[in-house]
């Protein structure tokens, strides 16, 4: 929106040129996020609070847990809102790209918000029907997979990065309408499942968000994507304003989140975060490298399949409990050292993820 602006407004002074630099918006675009959540986070905690809108702890769980229950959720409306004020503020409008992943992370906010207001409010411990939820999002999903297949400009749009192999670059057809819906769907449910504990979940993403930001900025520069051998694409551009006001708003959400947390994301936050993720590695064309860059999150989904998969199969259980943060916390490893061991984890992936860029 400002971006509009201060382009008439060049014509009459030339210093608003300066709001045309991708580097100095993305900068504004964390400390707007950044500073939006600090000023709100302690107004909707209170709010949440005379709402007794507070988290539900099952009591199957690490008794540890029971303390928490009561806690203020739905803090997630604090990370959207801070997510699209500065992205609207700060990001060219007139990008695909850029509408795509607001879509995405809007319709799944929504998602999550009816799933939070049912648990919460009305208080049904079962939410939103498990159906209904995959329901939704994998419409979602498939609405914005069907429409960036069908308005896709170039080959390289709908072609798939292979880490490890410059030259392997094939056309996935129809199935990038496949490949889109599981990195959207799959990514926002692995992240709902990361979120268990105080900062688990916020840490990761804004460290994937950060990479994924200087992937986009990669693949826009043309000079850049040639050197690297990944696809230019001059839209993407744009998503590095995304992906930083991402990062100022999980920021400012930690602020509130860490241990021991004053408010939980719930499904509002955790759905919508996971498809921007899955979306944003979609339209860079980093699906394979978001499966590196993402590592923990994708342990915690796999040990919930495992887990439900061997109990059907066998009728014995993997994990003293699943997803598997919550194992390490029933061996008996305090939370805290579950959350930054988990971080350090996340740190290790992503560097290992973007090193692979270079190593081709």
Known sequence: MLVWLAEYLTQYFSGFHVFSYLTLR???????????????????IRGLQRMQIGQTVRDDGPQSHLSKSGTPTMGGLLILAA?????????????????????????????????????????????LIAKWKYFWQSVIALVVATALYFTS???????????????????????????????????????NLTDGLDGLAIVPTILVAAALAIIAYLTGNINFSAYLHIPHLPLASELVVVCTAIVG??????????????VFMGDVGSLALGGALGIIAVLVRQELLLIIMGGVFVMEALSVILQVGSYKLRGQRIFRMAPIHHHYELKGWPEPRVIVRFWIISIVLVLAGLATLKIR
């Open 249 to 262: 708003a999980g920021l400012g959400f930690l602020w509130f989140n860490t241990y021991p947390a004053q």
């Open 153 to 191: 400009a170039q080959a390289s749009e709908t072609s798939l990065v292979v880490p490890f192999f410059k030259d392997v670059l094939p056309q996935l057809g129809l199935f990038y309408i496949v490949l889109t819906y599981f990195a959207i769907v799959g990514t926002s449910n692995a992240v």
């Open 83 to 127: 997510i699209f004020t500065s992205t609207l503020l700060w990001a060219d409008l007139s990008n695909k790209y850029v509408w795509a992943t607001l879509f995405v992370i809007g319709s799944l906010g929504i998602v999550g918000f009816v799933d939070d207001y049912r648990k919460v409010i009305r208080k049904d411990p079962k939410g």
């Open 26 to 44: 993305a900068i504004l675009g964390i400390l707007t996020a950044l500073i939006m959540s600090l000023y709100l986070g302690p107004k909707l």
